[in-house]
Every structure is written in structure tokens, then in C-alpha cells.
């Protein structure tokens, strides 16, 4: 029942990640997506991953090569949205969970990504 949601949240997180990373790099682009199974205590779940096309993105949320979502990421990822964090709260959270700093700029494309209406429980 969860594992839809933390697949949504997950790939807004990642559709963030890649845009930050685009606006950083000249002469780059969105190169479609792979789709790869994730496991986690919820159930598994295909994950769609953006792809660019220089293939120097590296997703932080879902490393390169990981098949496991950790619980506590799972609950991070469901925290955060649920709990209506400020940006800069937010931008904590991921600070002390991936040692990464995200801008409040990248938390925005990342709730922006998520619409509310099309969650299911």
C-alpha cells in the first residue's frame, strides 16, 4: 500500500536531482529514463531513474547500481512530505541523512513534483 507512494515521492526526488544537475551543465539534456526494481520493507516496485545525455548525473537519493530502499529512508522520504517541513527543515533532513547539501531551490522542484491529489494510500 505505501510502496506507490514512496515510488512517487522517490522518482519527484530524483526528477529534482537530475534538474538541479541540467542547470549546472552547459550542452546537456534529459536523455529519457531507465526503470530498475527496488526492495523495501513495503513491497518492490519499479523505479523510473532520468537519464542525461553526457551521463555525468548521479543521483543521490537512489545511488547508481542500488536495488534496496533502507527503511529509514523510506520513513525519511515519507516524514518529510508528510510532516509539511519548511524548505530549510527540509533541507536539513537530507543534509544529516545523505551528508548532501540540496538548495531551497531544488526542495521546491521537489514538492512541486509531487502532486498532492494523485497520492493513493
Known amino acids: ?3 506507490p507512494l514512496i515510488k512517487q515521492l522517490t522518482e519527484a ?7 538541479s544537475h ?11 529514463k531507465s526503470s530498475k526494481t527496488m526492495k523495501s520493507s513495503v513491497g518492490t516496485f519499479d523505479l523510473d531513474v532520468p537519464r ?3 551521463s555525468s548525473f548521479e543521483p543521490e537519493i ?20 508528510a ?11 537530507i543534509d544529516e541523512m545523505y551528508g548532501v547539501e540540496f538548495s531551497k531551490a531544488t526542495i521546491s522542484s521537489i514538492t512541486d513534483e509531487v502532486p ?3 497520492i493513493k494510500l
Do not use: P
Not at 545511488?63 to 516524514?79: A, C, D, M, P, V
Not at 510532516?83 to 533532513?93: A, P
Open 52 to 54: 542525461d545525455r553526457n
Open 83 to 93: 510532516l509539511g517541513n519548511s524548505y530549510s527543515q527540509i533541507s536539513e533532513h
Open 1 to 3: 500500500m505505501l510502496a
Open 62 to 81: 537512489v545511488k547508481k547500481h542500488q536495488t534496496h530502499i533502507s527503511e529509514q529512508l523510506e520513513q525519511k522520504i515519507l516524514s518529510l512530505y
Open 13 to 19: 526526488v530524483l526528477e529534482a536531482e537530475i534538474e
Open 116 to 118: 498532492l491529489e494523485g
Open 22 to 32: 541540467l542547470s549546472t551543465e552547459i550542452n546537456n539534456r534529459k536523455n529519457g
